[in-house]
């Protein structure tokens, strides 16, 4: 399994970032103190009958971080090393990049310890449609909506949903996003996290006065959100130089560099569901076989982590080239603390991740929309509303970033904040 788990405490993380806004935005006591913490806790055990005829009892969680702007939304994790801290986090992270993107949803996220590697696919459906039994009353499409996330699939979410509308004794196809096209899910749902990152990138290089394509990109990460990423950034004229992906069967990252630029569709046939990359077969067509983190290395003016967490780090940052302009963070907390004031010192303009990856939360509230409506748009509708709504956003954060002197990250951070903190008074809670 891939180090996915955190090597801290990330919602003593998420509370210091959200401090740090608290400060800039000088919030009163009472508004610090309602969204340093999650509004709602559930923690309960789900009995599952295993295929062997025992009963196993799993533990599942769902946090509810704030839904003063609307119905919170997050997704649910799989994970045998899952704990209720990393869930608190997520959940804290997912009300900002909803407020950031400007869409009427909170923050949310659950999970269950399991591993899915070693449950059937019958123990898997029993296991979801536990995990909505402990929680229908506390869940719902008015009020909390879920969706995949590490280890979850469109499936899972198929079953929750039919849970809960044998449960409710209704249809409530807006009730879970994620779902697969044709039974309630959005098209252009795949794409969405990818091309949204590069839409943000896109207007990054319209405002540094840089044509796309005079520029070159290294990606960490193979899978959903890296291979959009590089689709799009290629049919905009940049050249992805090298790629890195994790060797399940070597138990390490390796990058794979081809100077004159990766072709995309070959690398996708030597690449497995996991966004695993063949290391022979790369070889053989050309690609150089490199240390895992050779990727962060390259002489490129764009760097794209887009796999986990903690990746450019107070020890690796200083190895970054010289000719690096722009990071997009595609992933998730790809950055430290640390490494962010190194590489924000150095003039490296950073596209934060809840905003550079919020393109696929836009979609899941297009799917909710269209689920309610039971109507589905095509997938040039879907493609054009996320580029309006991500470019709105990017703008909003790069203006307000210009005329605070503040960087991408912290002025993304204090356009959210503010925008959940004024919903919370404009409700009377605070
Ligand atoms: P994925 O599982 O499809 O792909 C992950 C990729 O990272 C794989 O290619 C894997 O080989 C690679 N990888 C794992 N560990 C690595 C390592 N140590 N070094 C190099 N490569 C490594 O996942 P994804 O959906 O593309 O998500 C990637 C990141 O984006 C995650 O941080 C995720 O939380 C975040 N994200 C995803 C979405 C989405 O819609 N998929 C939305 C928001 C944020």
Redesign the pocket.
Known sequence: M??EKYSYNPFETAQKQFDRAADMLELDQATRDLLRSPMHEYHFTIPIRMDDGNVKVFRGFRVQHNDARGPAKGGIRFHPLETIDTIRALSMWMTWKTSVVDIPLGGAKGGVICDPHHLSPHEQERLCRGWVRQLVKNIGPFSDIPAPDIMTNAQHMLWMLDEYEVLVGDKYPGFITGKPVGMGGSQGRME??GYGAIITLREALKELNIKPESTTASV???????RNAIELYHRMGGKVICV???NEKDHC?YSYRKKEGVDLQELQTISDH???IDKIKAQELGYELLP?EAWLEQEVDILIP????NQITAENVNRINKKVKIVVE???GPTTNEANSILEKTGVFIIPDFLA?AG?VVCSYFEQVQSNMNYFWEKDEVLAKLDAKMTAAYIAVSDFARFNNLSMRESAYVISVNRVAQACRDRGWV
């Open positions: 891939k180090s969405a996290t960490q990460g193979f899978g959903n959100v890296a890195s992906s994790w990252a996991f966004g695993g895992a887009a796999a986990i967490e595609g992933a998730n990856n696929g």
